[in-house]
């Protein structure tokens, strides 16, 4: 069964947020301040409103969390959202909170 919900070793000083989750570092920056790029820490490209990185985050120059183990099946397009303890859950309501909002 898969997990919707995770703990990062970091946490961040923030607000919590919802976001989309990309693995594309070269996404258009206009979309780039609300999706969260998963991929390790060399990928991380300016913009984005978070990232979830799967190699060393000391090495990443922007604000980050590590994936947590068991969110590693994340995937384009997750709507997940991340608390400021380093919470991170995959939420499915809010995908449906973000089309509503957007018609």
Do not use: W
């Amino acid at each position: 069964m898969l997990s919707l919900h995770g703990k990062s070793q970091r946490t961040f000083d923030a607000s919590p947020f919802i976001a989309r989750v990309t693995k594309n570092p070269n996404r258009p920056a206009p979309v780039r301040d609300r999706e969260v790029l998963i991929g390790p820490a060399p990928v991380a490209m300016a913009g984005f409103r978070g990232y979830l990185l799967t190699s060393d985050v000391s090495k990443c120059p922007y604000p980050a969390l590590d994936l947590p183990a068991e969110l590693t099946h994340l995937g384009e397009g997750d709507v997940i959202r991340i608390e400021p303890g380093g919470l991170v859950v995959r939420d499915r309501d809010a995908l449906l909170r973000i089309t509503d909002a957007e018609h």
